[in-house]
């Protein structure tokens, strides 16, 4: 085990690689989803004139989602950069990991 403290930098930065990164993609995978339900919604009741209002609401507003998600992940990338973090990545394995010879 690692005995030394972890900068603030550090920190944060596992914090946004480890937890807010893949929630953001999983909440954009599901807007999206919802927007591709609303979408078949629409063309499903394009003869019902409130049912088809019900949808485009719905198309509206997972549109508007996936607007203001993806505005969070560019402002994330924008505050990373001012204070000099390191660039948003992938989740990598960081322990070695010794494999035995057959």
Known sequence: MNSTPLSFNQLLNNIIVQIINPLIM?????????FLYEVYQLIRNASSGTDQADAKRGVLWSLIGLVII?????ILNIVT????LD???PITNTTNVIVPKR
């Open 26 to 34: 999983l909440i954009a995978a599901a807007a999206f989803v919802l």
């Open 81 to 84: 950069s001012t204070f000099h």
């Open 87 to 89: 660039r948003v990545t």
């Open 70 to 74: 993806f505005s969070v992940y560019g």
